[in-house]
Structure formats: C-alpha cells, structure tokens
C-alpha cells in the first residue's frame, strides 16, 4: 500500500478516526509513523505555549469608555429611551431623528397642492362662463410656483418646508378669493 | 451554577451594567491571549481588545444567539484585527524583536514544580514558536491560534471564519507545515 498523505497524518496526530486499512498502515510503516509522531510533538508544543494574561485594568479600560459612549447617547436632548443606547441595537442612519423626514414633508407637499387643485377645479365648474381659458392657464402658473419652489427648497432644508407650506397657504386663500370673486358673475345668466 | 453567556447578554440588552462587567471580565482573558498571539505585542493586543469589547457591547443587539457567544467574540477581534493592521502598517522584522522582548518580561511562567532550567528551555521554545508564527500571513497565524491556543473545533472555526470544515482542515494542515518550516529556518524542532 502506499503511504497516505500528510493530510491524513495530520488528522491522526489531531486524533481523528482514519479508515482500518490507512490507520493499520501507519502503525506499521515507520516512515508514516515518525511523520505523524513529528505532527503530535508540534501539537504538544503549541499547546504548551503559556497563556498570556490580560492587564488588571483592562476589562475596568472597556467598562469605562463604554459607560462614557452610554452617558453621550442618553445625555441626548429628546430623552431617547435607554434602553436602545444600552443595547445599540443597529448602527442608526447619520442623521438627527428630530431633523427633516423628507417623505413626510412630501406628503404635505402633494396634500396642500391636491386641495388648492380640488378648489380651483370647484371654482371651474361653477363658474364655466366665467373662467375663461386665460384664468385656468394663471391659477396653473400660481399653482406651479409653490410646488417648483417648495419642492428644490425641501432638498436643502426644513425651512424649504415652512416656506412651502406658507406658499400654498397663500394659494389656498386666493383661490378662495379668486372662486368668490367668480361665483356672482356665473350666476348672471 | 455560572451565568451563562446568553443569559448575560440579555441583561446587558436591558441595560444592567453588572452583566456587562462579567462579560467583559470573562471574555477579556481569553480575547487577549489571541490578540497577543495575532499581534505579538502586548500594547496592541490591549488596544485590539479594547475595541472588539466596545464593538461588541454597541453591538449586542445584532448578536444572533444561534453561534456561541465566543465565535462571534473572536471574529470581532480578528476583523478588528485586520481592519487595524490594514491602516497602521504591514509586518514588520520590528514585530520579532518585539515578540522577544514582551514574552520574555510578561508570560505568565510555567508550573511551580518544574525546574529553573526547564522553565527557561519552555520560554525559549514559546519564543521561537511567537517568532516563527509572526512569519507566517494572517490567514494561517489565526487559524493555528485558534486551534490550538483558543482550543476552538474545527466546526467552530468554519463558523468563525465562515468557511467550509474541509477548507479550515486544509488550512490549518498547510499552516502547520509552514509553521514547520518557519521554525526549521530558526533552527528549531519540536
Ligand atoms: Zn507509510
């Protein structure tokens, strides 16, 4: 039989199971069994290695920087609760929590600009005579405005937001003014 | 009976400060014998536990109780590891002259029965071996380290490593030969 591989030597020198034949062999080959005995000293000397002790102050080093990122997170203003600076569950995003949360300010966005169409709309169809095709096209270029401005505005800031809001505030109660000023003169037949 | 160490994490998750100093007293041991073995240096093991136990104390959370608790400790320190010689410098002759020195002053000492001679004859020996594992890349040093000083099975370290149990067989075999042959370079048999 040949002679198995170094593989195997170092499986037997590790203590594992070699099949009957390959186990018999390098019990009787003396070439196989020196390679598998060198195999076990070099365990035997690695496993002698002293183990090396950690320094006294060592876990007291970790226990105190981690108390001190603890007291940062819960020194927080807005009183997060402890317990998720305490476990750090996941690495939160890099933002603040209370700063903009774009996808909200966007529903406000779309929900003021639906309501200002929605008037306007109202105001067309009760006055159809009146509202000739110059005043659609200048409600539509007042209506554009807010939502161009307020829109290149909420990428940069929260206060884009605000000035937003108050654009269609504005919209909001012309377009009133605009569907009164409107209503009498539908009415005359 | 000992806490266990899932037992101490869920104390820790809910915020109890004297889980987290059993946990770090219990793991901060063994985490440095592997970090000064990967590093041998005792200034960089401490600093490399240092921040594997920061990490895994923000991190707790994301522990998956499935593994022990110790291969996910030890694949902290080794990626720390890694992360750490990546930016400071690569290997370095100046590492072996420092592997001598810090063992010479610090290493815990053999039995108090066995001989001044022999003692000496051991600390030489570990010497060389620090020496001749310093010589061989990462990959190799760790799984040695893990083996045979941090006794982890070979299943354990697949997981660690996340690598298949025949490539930490291979792995370890290949290192041992190398080791082999780095300690045959410094004159040295075992
Ligand atoms: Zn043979």
Redesign the pocket.
Known sequence: MT??SDDDLQRAADGLVLPAGVAA??ES?P??RGTRDAHVRLSRALSAMPRMEAPPDLADAVLAAWAGEREAAVGVPAGRPAARALGAPRPLPSHDPESLRPARLLGWIVGIDVAVAALVAAAVLFAPDAVGSWTVAAVSAVLAVPALVGAGLTVVSAIGAWALVAAAAVVLVSSIGLRVTLAPVSSTP | MAVTDQELVEHIVRGDPEAARLLVERWSGPLYNFAYRMTGSAEDARDLVQDSLLKALRHLGDYDPRWALSTWLYRIARNTHIDRRRRLRPATELDEERFAGDEAGEAGGPSGFTSPLRAALEREESELIQKALARLRDNYREIIVLYHFEALSYREIADLLDIPLGTVMNRLFRARNMLREALAELEYTP
């Open positions: 002679h198995p062999h390098v080959c070439e196989c």
